[in-house]
C-alpha cells in the first residue's frame, strides 16, 4: 500500500540507518593510509566496505518494521537501478550496485530470524547486534580492504558467493 505518511517513515530510517552505519564504521579500523573514515559525503561509509554492508542489511530491517517485504524489495530496487546525479558510483560501477542488492537481501533474510517483541530501541539494539554479528561472519557482501579512494574499491571482494558471483 502507498501512503504519503510512509515517505516519512522511509526517510527517518534512511537516516536512522546512515546514523548507526556511522557509529559502526567509526570503530571499523582504516586501511593504512586513509585519512578518514567515510567518503566525501562524509556521513555514511565508503562503498563496497563492511560498514556499507552494514547500513544496506539494518536500512532492511528498519524498514520491515513499517513496511511489508514486497514493498520493502520495491523500494531498495528502485533506490538501486535509480539513475540520479548524486549516486553516479553505483551506476557507473555495477559490482556496488550488486553488493547492495545482496546486503538488502541480507537485511531482509537476517528481519525474519529477529525476535519481535519489546520496545522499538530494544529491537534496534538486538538488530544492530544481529548485523554485527553477520559480518563479522563474513556473511555480508564486502570488497577486500585495499587502495582508500573510492574507484580502487572495485577491487576484490570478501566473500564472492556471499555477492551472488563465484
Given at each position: 500500500q502507498q501512503?504519503p ?6 526517510f527517518?530510517a534512511?537516516?536512522?540507518a546512515?546514523e548507526m552505519?556511522g ?5 571499523q579500523?582504516l ?7 567515510y ?6 561509509p565508503?562503498?563496497?566496505?563492511k560498514?556499507n ?8 530491517i528498519?524498514?520491515l ?11 531498495v530496487?528502485a533506490h538501486?537501478?535509480e ?5 553516479p558510483d ?8 550488486q553488493?547492495?542488492?545482496a546486503n538488502?537481501?541480507?537485511g ?7 525476535p519481535?517483541?519489546?520496545t522499538?530501541?530494544a529491537?534496534?539494539?538486538r538488530?544492530?547486534?544481529?548485523v554485527?554479528?553477520?559480518?563479522a561472519?563474513g ?8 587502495d582508500?579512494?573510492?574507484r580502487a574499491?572495485t ?6 558467493a556471499?555477492?551472488g558471483?563465484?
Open positions: 501512503h505518511w510512509n515517505a516519512d517513515r522511509i527517518r534512511t537516516n536512522r546512515v552505519a557509529r559502526y564504521w567509526a570503530e579500523p586501511p593504512p593510509g586513509h585519512m578518514s573514515g567518503d566525501e559525503y562524509e556521513d555514511r565508503p562503498d563496497g566496505s560498514g554492508a552494514y547500513q544496506h542489511i539494518i536500512w532492511n528498519l524498514l518494521e513499517f513496511l511489508s517485504e514486497e514493498e520493502v524489495k520495491a523500494l530496487t538501486e537501478i539513475e540520479t546525479p548524486d549516486a553505483d551506476i557507473q560501477n555495477p559490482m556496488f550496485r553488493m547492495d542488492m538488502n537481501y541480507y531482509q533474510q537476517l528481519f525474519k530470524t529477529l519481535g517483541s519489546g522499538t530501541e529491537k534496534r539494539v538488530s544492530d547486534q544481529a554485527r554479528d553477520f559480518i561472519a556473511k555480508a557482501c564486502s570488497r577486500k580492504r585495499g582508500p579512494s573510492r574499491y577491487e576484490g571482494f570478501e566473500s564472492p556471499r555477492c558471483i563465484a
